[in-house]
């Protein structure tokens, strides 16, 4: 059966605390994002209990780049095995015969998002100096960045002495 559900912008804040519940803002929903679809099912393979599930749907971001708004699309697969047991690794714990999809998907999310968050491999950010967004303008900002610890060797060669 497929469903769906709003899902939280739960991988920007990378963990937060939201104040009306307390909760892990991971693990929360917001009501204006776009519907996450889980697809999964439980098989009994010998003696164990496995966990397969397919996901996707789009999560809200900011670039890092720039700080535009932009829709990441999340999907993966999950497969892993199912156990009563709190302290075992690397399987999904269930009590009652219920399971927490919400930490299932979003730990694997957290697990394969790109290390940085950008809206395009050619986004140029914001300039260092004024803050515009160099995607949509420019500026007349000396672009130059010298680390601060050279700083003293910029002129080192401009004095018309032979070395």
């Known amino acids: ?20 519940s307390g909760l892990s803002r991971m693990f929360q929903y917001e009501h204006d994002q776009s519907p996450f679809h889980v697809k999964g ?8 209990f496995v966990l397969q599930l397919d996901y996707s749907g789009n999560l809200s971001f900011v670039c890092e780049r720039c700080l535009e708004s932009l829709e ?21 714990f269930y009590s009652d015969q ?12 957290l697990m394969n998002l790109p290390i940085q968050i950008i809206c395009g491999q ?22 130059e960045v010298i680390d601060p610890r050279l700083e003293g060797l910029k002129n080192f060669f401009n004095n018309n002495e032979e070395v």
Not at 41 to 48: A, H, K, P, T, Y
Not at 79 to 89: G, I, P, V
Not at 98 to 109: G, H, Q, S, T, W
């Open 1 to 20: 059966a497929m469903a769906g559900a709003p899902v939280s912008n739960m991988i920007s804040a990378y963990g937060g605390i939201r104040w009306e």
């Open 41 to 48: 099912q439980v098989l009994r393979i010998s003696d164990e």
């Open 72 to 92: 990441y699309a999340a999907s993966g697969k999950v497969y892993k095995a199912l156990s009563t047991q709190e302290d075992e690794e690397d399987v999904v």
């Open 98 to 109: 219920k399971l927490n999809l919400i930490e299932v998907v979003a730990e694997d999310i």
């Open 122 to 143: 050619k986004c140029k950010g914001l300039c260092r100096t004024c803050g515009i967004n160099r995607n949509t303008a420019t500026c007349t900002c000396d672009t």
